[in-house]
């Protein structure tokens, strides 16, 4: 399955490929540069607040303003109920309770294997890059082996899933009880 360069798309309009809901656009530097055959692609799962492309937290023009080359911007946009790969099996503590979702880990790493495959996309430059929850699903991503990744970048990225109460707050551990 390959795409059309649906990036040349409004960045609102919400996709569906493989079952991941997502949102894309070009980024274009303002400088004037040679518009590549094939462009990188670039994939940010924000954290648990908004996601798809309102998930990245800057202007997409202050993207263009700062990116020396093209690039494919791609948001997917959160499953309710889940960390992205995590169940949350106890809100708001699905952090700490939530099993990995493996069947979510392979239908992601699917569907970045069908966009980097795409017309247009260079398939030797996929990046991923996650805050948070999605920085935790970005490792998920990377420890099943099944994409190739030119870059990955992680903010934020704590334990999720934990077995136990060490080293939470007593606060935070009377809320488990």
């Known amino acids: 399955m390959s795409l059309p360069p649906i990036w040349s798309e409004d960045p609102s309009k919400v996709h569906d490929v493989c079952g991941v809901r997502f949102q894309c ?26 996601s798809g492309l309102d998930g990245i937290g800057v202007e997409l023009s202050w993207l263009s303003r700062v990116s020396s080359k093209p690039v494919v911007l791609v948001a997917p946009i959160r499953s309710s109920g889940t960390w992205w790969v995590l169940n949350d099996s106890q809100p ?3 952090c700490v309770f939530g099993s990995l979702l493996e069947g979510e880990v392979e239908k992601y790493c699917h569907w970045i294997r069908i966009l980097a495959g795409s017309s247009g996309i260079d398939p030797n430059s996929v990046s991923l890059f996650g805050g948070s929850a999605g920085a935790y699903a970005v490792s998920e991503v990377m420890a099943s082996g099944t994409c190739e990744l030119y870059c990955v970048g992680l903010a934020a990225l704590h334990g999720h899933g934990r077995p136990d109460d060490v080293g939470l707050s007593v606060e935070f551990r009377s809320c488990l009880e």
């Open 92 to 94: 708001p503590l699905g």
């Open 25 to 50: 656009t070009l980024i274009n530097p303002i400088v004037e540069s040679q518009q590549p055959e094939r462009y990188p692609l670039v994939i940010w799962f924000c954290g648990l607040g908004p």
